[in-house]
Each structure stands twice: as structure tokens, then as C-alpha cells.
């Protein structure tokens, strides 16, 4: 039996253990319980999805026509219809979304640039995941559905605390990760023809940068932040 | 003491840069709604006499009789302050004005004051009412009975709502006016585009996946159960609708179609956990992903309606990539044919929950053991289980899954039994010795 081999026996044996007690009495899953990262996983990326879309209405990077109001968490948020804009974002959330569920995501930044792609405001999502999640309360998921609600309230008044952006803005997603988990991204390429490469220097650090902190939220199974690093002369 | 509410206020819009409306802060600050609109309209004054600091923006209530399409109505509409004269001048009678909100920001649109509400009521909802001007004697809570009636009654007519709520998105604001013409130009490039998009990738899907017939049925279930979502945890009767497509696999499957179907919505609740059909794993996320299943299935159904500014409930999340479908799927169709398998054969026979292990060699050369709580039929002699139709089934899998999917946890009960041919009472020492 090989070295491997004996990792994934001993993986799956945690997780069964788990899944037992988690049939009885869901008191406490583990890491080790994909399910429940996949679970924690989906939640984040549709946040994601929704965020960014809002992002892009909120800061002009895109005419208001392509948006239409659509609903999320009960509440209207607005959401893109132009298809490859939307392609685009949904491909960007697949490809990041096997990192959020091992726990491997630190932060997943917007980054909206100007005309000569230089950054003016990146929204940095700083994502932590507890390591020992409990889902044994009853009103988890609305609680934190109230917390999302919460941080998309925050994004669409983040106006008054920004300075405008400068015409003919585009944006891009930036992926910082824990250690060295894109070395496995390059081998298995998750979506084809939609690679991953290694961000420029220039895209990652702003110079001259303002830190303006928009929402905090903590939950049971998930810790995220919101800020944004605007750069103080936007011209 | 009295103007203490100027500095909330001032706190609540500067410092915190939150959304002031009148009635959050009056369920804030506990006082009636008309107060709540007076101290906006002083703190508007106040700040405005000052012209320094931070600028502000202000949205107004207005309400009045207006002659629209030549019949004379009561119109109630939120508008931003710079339109507020405006909208003032076309009505014929205006009948009320007040501030409807304070803020900051200057707002795009009008969901950031619905959130602000929705948060608000949401906290008081039991004495949401307590400081408002609007009353009704009739308006009491329901007891639980007359909630479950409700409930059960709301399932029946799920289509008259959707036509309802057209009606309802009159309430017009100055603000989304202006862009009403805009989408209808450039939203126009988006149908034809849309259409002619959803067309080649709902292809790609079909000769991606091995039962196609699986997949039209799932889309047309869709189709029938489009008005309400939710009636799909519920709704057989709208997935009956669709068995009678005229289809040689759906044929096949009739059988065990309905049971197919109502496994397989439960199973896309949660797509990813391979372990279950089980509903307390769907409960889990149900709450939250109501929705998000909702969406995922509209989505794969080629949503044309992208395409019409109509403002209803569309999905927005991404729908679930095709490579992961099968495996759902796959499963599903296992389990119908094993209970039928189950059912005509001996009776002595029985099925017992075991902890299998299964090993075998994936496609890279190495070995792969999984193991699964399985359920395993036996009978009292313990024989070896179906062997030849498990063989079949692997080997189907095995082609289309073609990734590590092994390594997810995948419920192949049929796969694991063909490996315990030799072993009677499977331990958890067992796997130690495959070699």
C-alpha cells in the first residue's frame, strides 16, 4: 500500500467517523468533511458572484443599461445580463471556488484599472474559514445570509467614502493563496481555454494606496472582510 | 435633550455611513414614523444651513393624483432629490411629500433602501407596526393553524403570484426612469445573442453526457414547474407532466422515472455531496440554497427571459459546470434500478448497510481504494450480490467520469460489492491488506 494510498484511507476514515456524528447529532464537522467545505464553498462563491457584479454597477467600470435588478438573499441586487461578462465572472468563481474549499483562498481582490491598466481601487475579500466549523445552530445559514445581506448594503454606499474612477475602467480578479496551492491549478487546468497566470507586480501593489475598511463579518463558518486600497490620485 | 437626535443622526449618516430612512429610524429610535420624518427634515435643514463637511443626499416620498394614460390615479413614488420638482409639477394634486431617506452616498439605485427596511422590519417583525401611522384592526398574526393552512394553500396557485408581481413593480422611482429606455437598446443585443448562445450550449450538454434523456426531462420538468420554484420539492405532478415526452430512453425508464426525478431535484439541492440522497444533507443547505438550486436548474432550462427587463425573480448564480452533472445523475439512475432489482428477487434476501472498500486501478496505474457505506443486499447463505449487473455499470462509469472523481466521495454501491467478492464480514483491518 502506498504512501498515497494510505492518506486517502486515513481521510476517508475522518470523514466517516464525522459523517456518523454528523447524522446524529450535526454537532461538529470537520475540514475533513468536503462536504461541508463544498457546502461553505458554494455559499461564498455565489456571495462572490453577486459582490462583484455589484461592484461593477456601483463604480461605473460598466454602462448601468447591461444591469437589471434581480433578487439575493430577499433583498435586489444588480446583476449584469451581458453573457460574456457573466461567462466570464461565473468561469473566474469555478476556478476559485476548489480553493475556498480546502481552505486555500486568502483573499480574492477586484481590481479595477484604468486605461493604461494601472489599478485605481482594488476591493480586497479576505476570506478565513475556521478550522473546526459547527453547524449547530438552527438559524446558521439566515444568520449569515443576514451577514451577506449586510456587506451588500456596504458596497452599494461605498460611493461616499470613494473617489470617482476615471473613465474606461476595466477590472480583473486577482487570487492571493495560502503557501503553494496554484501549483496544482497549473497542472489540472479546471476550465479550458480560461488559464490562470501569475499576476503582474504591478496589479498586485498599488502605490500610494489609501486603506478604507467597508464590513467585517464573522460567522461559524466563515470570516470575511471587506476594504478597499484606493489610490489617492485617481488622474 | 430634544435635539439629541440631531447627533444620531449625524452619527448614524457620518460616521457610520449608513442609510437613514424614516422608518429605520424609527424602529431605531423607538419613536413614530411622522417624528421619524420631522427630525430628517430638521437634520436636512440643520446640515444644509451649515454648507461645510461631508455632502448629502436625500430621497423624498411623494404622493399626489396624476392623470396617467387618461385615467386619474394615486400615484406614491420615491424620488431622488433632484428630481423631486420635477415630479412634483406632474402631478395635479400632490397630496403629501416628507423625507423618505438621508445619506452619504448618492445612490444609483433603490435597493439600498430596501435592504435598510428589510433589515429594520426583520429585527422588529413582531411589533413592526408599532410605530406606524398606517392601521388596520383586522391586521393581527395568524395563529399556527392558520399558518399551515396558508402554507398548503400557497403551494396550489403558485402561477397567479407570478402574474401579480408585475403589478406590484409599478411603484415607480424617479431614478430607474431614466434608464427604462437605455436596456431596452442595448438589452436587445443581449436576447438575440442569448438565444442564439443558450442554443449551442445546451447542445454541448447533450452529447457531453451519455443519457440525454435524463437531462431534457429534468429541463422540461423545469419548464412545467417554472412558476414556483419551491413547488419543485414538492411537485411530482409537475414532473409526471414531462414523462410523456415522446423519448425511446425515457421509455427505458418510466419505471423508475418519477421516483428518478424526485431523487434527482433532491440530489441537485446539494450537487456536491457525493455521500447522499439523504435529506438531512439537503437540509443543511437548503436554507440558503434554495435558491441557488433554483437557479442552478433555470439556468441549465436556457433561460430566455435574460433577455426581458421584467424584474422578476431570475437566478444569478453560476450554474453547476458540466463535467459534475453526471456523476449526480449517474447515481440516481443506479438507485431506481436496484430497488426494482431488489424487490424481484428472492425474498430471503435482504439489504444491510456495510462499510465497503473497493479497490481498483484508475487509468494512471495506481490503485485506488475507496471506501463507502454502502448498501448491500444479502441473503441468509451470503452469496455474492448481482454480480453481473455491477460489472456493467462500473465499467460505463469508469468512462464517463475519465477524472479523480474517485477521490470525491461517490456512492458506488454496486462497484464496491464486485470487489467484496471474497471477503464475508468486511473490517476495517480489511483494506490494510489489499494490496
Not at chain 1, 473566474?92 to 480553493?99: E, G, N, R
Not at chain 1, 476591493?123 to 459547527?134: A, D, G, H, K, W
Not at chain 2, 392558520?146 to 411603484?171: D, H, T
Amino acid at each position: 500500500v502506498s504512501v498515497l494510498e494510505m492518506g486517502r484511507i486515513v481521510n476517508f476514515l475522518y470523514v466517516f467517523v464525522a459523517s456518523i456524528f454528523g447524522y446524529f447529532t450535526m454537532a461538529t464537522l470537520t475540514r475533513q468533511d468536503l462536504n461541508f467545505g463544498q457546502v461553505v464553498a458554494d455559499i461564498l462563491c455565489e456571495f462572490l458572484e453577486v459582490a462583484i457584479h455589484l461592484i461593477l454597477y456601483v463604480r461605473d467600470v460598466y454602462p448601468s443599461g447591461i444591469f437589471q435588478k434581480r433578487k439575493k438573499y430577499n433583498v435586489p441586487v444588480q446583476m449584469s445580463c451581458h453573457p460574456d461578462l457573466n461567462q466570464y465572472i461565473q468561469d473566474t468563481l469555478h476556478c476559485v471556488k476548489p480553493l475556498i474549499e480546502k481552505n486555500e483562498a486568502e483573499k480574492v481582490v477586484v481590481v479595477i484599472m484604468d486605461k493604461e491598466h494601472r489599478p485605481v481601487e482594488r476591493f480586497v475579500f479576505e476570506i478565513s474559514q475556521p478550522p473546526l466549523l459547527s453547524i449547530s445552530s438552527e438559524t446558521l445559514l439566515s444568520h449569515v445570509e443576514q451577514l451577506l445581506r449586510a456587506i451588500i448594503l456596504k458596497i452599494s454606499v461605498c460611493d461616499a467614502v470613494l473617489d470617482n474612477n476615471p473613465p474606461g475602467c476595466t477590472f480583473t480578479v486577482l487570487v492571493h493563496t495560502r503557501e503553494a496551492a496554484t501549483r496544482n491549478m497549473e497542472k489540472v487546468q479546471v476550465i479550458k481555454d480560461f488559464p490562470w497566470i501569475v499576476a503582474d507586480e504591478q496589479e498586485v501593489h498599488m502605490e500610494e494606496a489609501k486603506l478604507i475598511p467597508l464590513k467585517t463579518m464573522t460567522s461559524d463558518i466563515l470570516k470575511m472582510q471587506l476594504y478597499v486600497e484606493e489610490k489617492t490620485q485617481k488622474t | 435633550m430634544d435635539d439629541l437626535y440631531l447627533d444620531n443622526i449625524d452619527e448614524f449618516v457620518n460616521d457610520q455611513n449608513k442609510i437613514v430612512t424614516y422608518k429605520w429610524l424609527s424602529l431605531t429610535l423607538g419613536v413614530h414614523v411622522n417624528t421619524a420624518k420631522q427630525m430628517l427634515y430638521h437634520y436636512l435643514q440643520q446640515k444644509r444651513n451649515e454648507s461645510s463637511g461631508t455632502p448629502l443626499h436625500a430621497t423624498y416620498l411623494v404622493s399626489g393624483k396624476c392623470v396617467e394614460n387618461g385615467s386619474t390615479c394615486h400615484k406614491v413614488s420615491v424620488v431622488r432629490e433632484d428630481k423631486l420638482d420635477a415630479v412634483k409639477a406632474k402631478m395635479d394634486v400632490t397630496i403629501s411629500v416628507h423625507v423618505y431617506s438621508v445619506q452619504r452616498a448618492e445612490l444609483k439605485d433603490s435597493s439600498p433602501l430596501y435592504n435598510t427596511d428589510y433589515e429594520a422590519v426583520k429585527e422588529n417583525l413582531k411589533n413592526c407596526n408599532k410605530y406606524s401611522a398606517i392601521r388596520c384592526a383586522a391586521a393581527v398574526p395568524m395563529s399556527s393553524a392558520g399558518l399551515q393552512r396558508a402554507q398548503e394553500m400557497a403551494l396550489v396557485p403558485p402561477e397567479e403570484k407570478e402574474i401579480s408581481k408585475p403589478g406590484l413593480n409599478e411603484n415607480t422611482s424617479a431614478t430607474s426612469k431614466s434608464s427604462a429606455k437605455q436596456p431596452a437598446g442595448i438589452m436587445g443585443m443581449f436576447a438575440s445573442k442569448n438565444a442564439s448562445k443558450s442554443q449551442e450550449s445546451s447542445k454541448e450538454v447533450k452529447t457531453e453526457q451519455k443519457d440525454d434523456s435524463s437531462l431534457v426531462e429534468t429541463s422540461k420538468s423545469k419548464t412545467a414547474s417554472k412558476a414556483n420554484p419551491m413547488s419543485n420539492f414538492f411537485g411530482k405532478s409537475a414532473q409526471k407532466k414531462a414523462d410523456e415526452k415522446p423519448n425511446k430512453s425515457i421509455k427505458e425508464e418510466t419505471d423508475g422515472s418519477s421516483t428518478a426525478t424526485a431523487i434527482m431535484k433532491q440530489s441537485q439541492t446539494s450537487p456536491k455531496s457525493k455521500i447522499d440522497i439523504k435529506d438531512e444533507q439537503s437540509k443543511v443547505s437548503s436554507a440558503l440554497k434554495v435558491e441557488s438550486k433554483d437557479t442552478r436548474k433555470l439556468k441549465m432550462k436556457k433561460n430566455k427571459e435574460i433577455g426581458s427587463p421584467s424584474g422578476q425573480i431570475v437566478p444569478d448564480s453560476p450554474p453547476v459546470p458540466n463535467v459534475q452533472t453526471p456523476s449526480p445523475k449517474k447515481q440516481v439512475k443506479r438507485e431506481p434500478v436496484s430497488h426494482q432489482e431488489e424487490i424481484s428477487e428472492v425474498k430471503r434476501r435482504k439489504r444491510r448497510r456495510v462499510l465497503k472498500s473497493h479497490t481498483f486501478v484508475d487509468e494512471e496505474g495506481s490503485f485506488v481504494t475507496e471506501k463507502g457505506y454502502v448498501s448491500e443486499s444479502y441473503s441468509e447463505n451470503e452469496e455474492v450480490p448481482e454480480p453481473n449487473s455491477q460489472a456493467k455499470d462500473s465499467s460505463s462509469l469508469k468512462q464517463s467520469f475519465g477524472k479523480r472523481e474517485e477521490e470525491k466521495k461517490v456512492k458506488s454501491q454496486k462497484k464496491t460489492s464486485t470487489a467484496n467478492k471474497h471477503t464475508k464480514q468486511p473490517s476495517i483491518t480489511g483494506f490494510f491488506q489489499k494490496k
